[in-house]
């Protein structure tokens, strides 16, 4: 297994021409990774967060700035089979069933496995995310948070060093979504993955990260980086602890741009 | 039982067509060069099934060969539309104005071209085929999830292993439903080409019928034409129902055309 890279982003600059117009998606974004950590970018929809994600997969170029991997630049091929990637929808092949869609990655990037091992491994990330006994299904037979769930398994399967999420759970229920958060952590601390998560929900950015990167729209700047104090295993309790409370309240209004209560009691 | 019924009540609509049709010609004692009785055409098609079903086979033939021909070119040509920017925007006005072309109107020519029988029929069959083909090919390749290509890259997956794993099998219910259109059409350009430059066939048989005035012989190939014509759309349907058992399943049962 590939040791879990260091990822730091410098002074990141994107900018694209949209017909006429220049667009800055992000201006001098910072961001420090740790390895096995979890990063959650929040943001206002336009914030660039999906820019960033696009960089650190190497589909777009940086205008300025650049981004290392243990103290090297990026290259499309270094990245070749280690990143995982988890899309706001679910994205899954409807003609194969869940077992071939998690089947899909390891086919690809874990040539080396046999088909057998393939097979008993996805079957057991399946069985993880409690969906033993749906490996048949095609995913027209399964719920979204289903659908989503055979997206992460088939994320995790070749365990990648950098799970890129965006958005993953934005189409999903409010119950699902927090049982699908709960879940999620649960299996990180399972793997040995850095995760990114981009995110417009404050609460779950809070719930999820040890570090989160508070950004402003139009340019997407990095407006604050917060590491989060709670300690895991974090669940139900957490979410209606005051002090959670009072961080995600603390975002909401940096991201308002009101000056928020809690700085200027500190 | 539902399923009995629906069959029933289309069996109906066949009936009662030809029940009014018996009755009309009937009542009006229009006589049979005008307008044959059904009964009249069925009775002639038995009488003469095997001259029928010899002129069967060239058509069929015909239909086939064109058809297939356009789906290989047809899928050839589409793989390079929707893989290079610059073949689709060189080849795009080519095959619009192709396409609003009526094939149908080259058919003479071919006859100076190719002479009279088989080849003439083939290739005018696949060029009526051939648009819906290319078309429809090139909009289901294009339209797989740009983000699932992106991550199979990401994954170090080569050209081959996107294609055949994700793109073809995404662009396959858009492929069908371009042989479901094709096929019919390979038939009517199969049987233009018998009208003007064939000895057999079925188109060869309405016209000649048409020629010495045997308006119910006319009619008898005009009925084995639609049969011909419904069973290779049926068995497209089949393979398709068979390939894309799962596409059959979100989608419902495919509409006709």
């Keep these: 297994m590939p040791t879990v ?53 190497g589909v777009l170029k940086a205008t300025r700035g650049r981004v290392l991997i243990d103290g090297r630049l990026i290259e499309k091929s270094d990245l070749s089979g280690k990143i995982g990637h988890i899309f706001q929808r679910p994205l899954l092949l409807p003609w194969r069933t869940a077992l071939g869609n998690v089947l899909l990655t390891t086919e690809i990037a874990s040539k080396e496995i046999s088909q057998r091992d393939r097979v008993a491994d996805a079957r057991r990330w399946l069985s993880l995310t409690g969906l033993a006994g749906f490996e048949d299904r095609l995913p027209h037979e399964l719920s979204g948070g289903m659908q989503q769930r055979v997206s992460l398994c088939r994320a ?77 295993p974090r669940g139900e309790e957490l979410r209606g602890s005051p002090r959670f409370t009072e961080l995600v309240q603390h975002i909401r209004h940096k991201l308002r741009g009101v000056p928020g209560e809690l700085r200027a009691a500190s | 039982m539902r399923y009995v019924a629906r069959l029933a009540g289309q069996a109906g609509v066949f009936t009662a067509f030809f029940l009014c049709w018996e009755a009309l010609v009937d009542g009006l004692r229009i006589k049979p060069v005008i307008l044959p009785a ?42 390079g539309i929707a893989y290079s920017r610059w073949i689709s925007e060189m080849t795009y006005p080519f095959l619009v104005a192709a396409q609003v072309l009526p094939k149908v109107a080259l058919a003479p020519l071919f006859l100076i071209w190719f002479g009279f029988g088989l080849t003439p029929k083939v290739v005018i069959a696949a ?131």
């Design chain 2, 127 to 257: 060029l009526i085929a051939f648009f819906p083909i290319v078309i429809n090919t090139a909009r289901g390749l294009g339209s797989v999830e740009p983000e699932l290509i992106q991550y199979m890259h990401s994954l170090g997956a080569s050209w081959r292993e996107v294609f055949f794993k994700i793109s073809l099998p995404w662009a396959l219910p858009y492929i069908f439903a371009s042989f479901r259109i094709s096929i019919t059409l390979a038939v009517v350009g199969a049987v233009v080409g018998e009208f003007i430059s064939s000895d057999n066939g079925l188109g060869y048989v309405i016209n000649y019928a048409n020629a010495s005035l045997d308006t119910d012989v006319m009619f008898g190939g005009i009925f084995a034409l639609s049969a011909l014509g419904v069973i290779l759309f049926l068995i497209v349907v089949l393979v398709e129902r068979m390939v894309l058992s799962w596409h059959v399943a979100v989608e419902g049962i495919p509409e006709t055309m």
């Design chain 1, 5 to 57: 890279p260091h990822i730091v982003i410098e002074d990141l600059t994107v900018q694209y021409r949209v017909k006429d117009n220049t667009v800055l998606a992000l201006e001098g974004v910072s961001i420090d990774v740790p390895p096995r950590s979890f990063v959650g970018i929040v943001g206002p929809s336009g914030c660039g967060k999906t820019t960033l994600l696009k960089v650190l997969s």
């Design chain 1, 156 to 232: 995790l399967a070749f365990r990648p060093p950098i799970l890129l999420m965006d958005e993953p759970f934005a189409a999903l229920d409010e119950i699902t979504r927090e049982a699908m958060q709960e879940e999620l952590l649960r299996l990180w601390s399972a793997t040995e993955s850095t995760v990114i998560f981009v995110t417009h929900s404050i609460s779950e950015a809070v719930l999820l990260s040890e570090r989160v990167i508070v950004m402003t729209v139009r340019p997407g700047r990095v407006d604050e980086i917060i590491d989060v104090p709670f300690s895991r």
């Design chain 2, 38 to 79: 059904p009964t009249l055409i069925f009775s002639t098609m038995a009488k003469n099934w095997s001259y029928l079903l010899d002129n069967t086979w060239p058509t069929l033939f015909a239909v086939t060969g064109g058809f297939v021909l356009a789906a290989a070119f047809g899928f050839v040509i589409a793989v």
